[in-house]
């Protein structure tokens, strides 16, 4: 009797304790200097559009019906294995297609089973201002601009030198920031005292933002990464850069692009990524997404885009045979 009294008091701890765990309020773990700890690889495969359907007018987010039907019709559009990226099963999906068909056609193609599982969620949109969650409307004069441009390329091809191809077609720079996701979309944040640095698995772009620096270079002095400064806000991480060279983003944004990052920890497994792109150039107005980043306990791997890569001299010299067939 008394051993079965003892057993129930036990118990009753345990349970109590478990409970008091249960209620334990969660809190952002710290690096030794105070600053919230950022550090590990955090992935980047969502499969929230960038834009949100007009469809859903001003909804941010879909009910878990609307959700659990989308789903249904990506996964019998997937049969044939084809690989998706970024937001195009997502469209397929929601304009109601009953067949999907991927746009890298240029080798082949890639098969999905070689990219990262896809994650859904609710939301209807990456992009949380403007309100209906799309692209602002073209700036006064861009599409002048655009105009002018295609006029200036008048008269040469799309591969007369190297520097006519991408940025990422030459293996320099997968855009930055980098918003593309299930495509190499993992990036690992190593912090240190005034330091933090963001690498990216996507072209082995490396970024280094100081925290204990406040001026930025000369506005003439344009990169590929940009001109970056960083502060700390609280417990948020705030990225201001500029100097950026034109097309250094997959947005379309000129050298006058302006973006404003920001890392917050908001869980064990995740961290909210904001960015606000400004671009006076090209959009009426700044704008501004929020991508959730997660920890998935996967590594970073090398991303060799260079080595054995034919691709780039194979352009080329394909580009020079057409010309000679087109001239006979």
């Known amino acids: 009797m008394a051993r079965r009294k003892t057993t129930c008091i036990l118990l009753g701890i345990a349970l109590s304790a478990t409970l008091v765990v249960g209620q334990t309020k969660w809190s952002v773990p710290r690096m030794p200097d105070g600053h919230p700890d950022f550090q590990g690889v955090w992935a980047n495969n969502g499969m929230t559009p960038l834009e949100r359907p007009k469809q859903f007018g001003l909804r941010t987010t879909m009910t878990d019906a609307e959700l659990a039907d989308l789903k249904k019709k990506a996964a019998a559009m997937q049969d044939g294995g084809d690989a998706f990226f970024a937001d195009e099963l997502f469209s397929a999906a929601i304009e109601g297609k009953t ?5 890298d056609t240029q080798v082949g193609n890639y098969d ?14 990456l992009i ?15 599409a002048e601009r655009a105009r002018a441009q295609a ?4 008269g040469r091809g799309p591969a007369d030198s190297a520097a006519d191809l991408s940025l990422g077609t030459r293996c320099v720079s997968y855009g930055t920031p980098n918003i593309r996701a299930g495509y190499q979309s993992y990036f690992e944040i190593t912090q240190g005292p005034g330091v933090v640095a963001l690498r990216s698995e996507m072209i082995h772009d490396a970024r280094i933002f100081s925290t204990d620096k406040t001026s930025n270079v000369s506005p003439v002095i344009k990169q ?5 400064r960083a502060r700390w806000d609280g417990d948020t991480l705030v990225v201001d850069t500029t100097n950026y060279v034109d097309n250094a983003t997959r947005v379309g944004a000129t050298g006058k692009l302006h973006t404003i990052e920001k890392f917050r920890r908001v869980s064990d497994d995740t961290l909210e990524y904001y960015v606000t792109f400004d671009d006076s ?3 009426s107005r700044p704008w ?4 959730p980043l997660k920890m998935t306990g996967e ?18 010299r394909g580009a020079r045979e057409q010309e000679k067939r087109e001239t006979r």
């Open 112 to 125: 999905q089973t070689w990219l990262s599982d896809r994650v859904w969620d609710n939301r209807t949109s």
């Open 128 to 142: 949380i201002d403007p309100p209906d969650g799309r692209i602002p409307a073209p700036a006064a004069g861009a």
């Open 99 to 103: 067949k999907f068909s991927s746009s």
């Open 288 to 291: 501004t997404l929020m991508i």
């Open 224 to 228: 590929y990464h940009g001109d970056s």
């Open 281 to 283: 150039n090209v959009w």
């Open 151 to 154: 006029a200036a390329r008048q």
């Open 299 to 316: 590594r970073m791997f090398e991303y060799a885009c260079h080595e054995g890569n034919y691709g780039l001299e194979a352009i080329l």
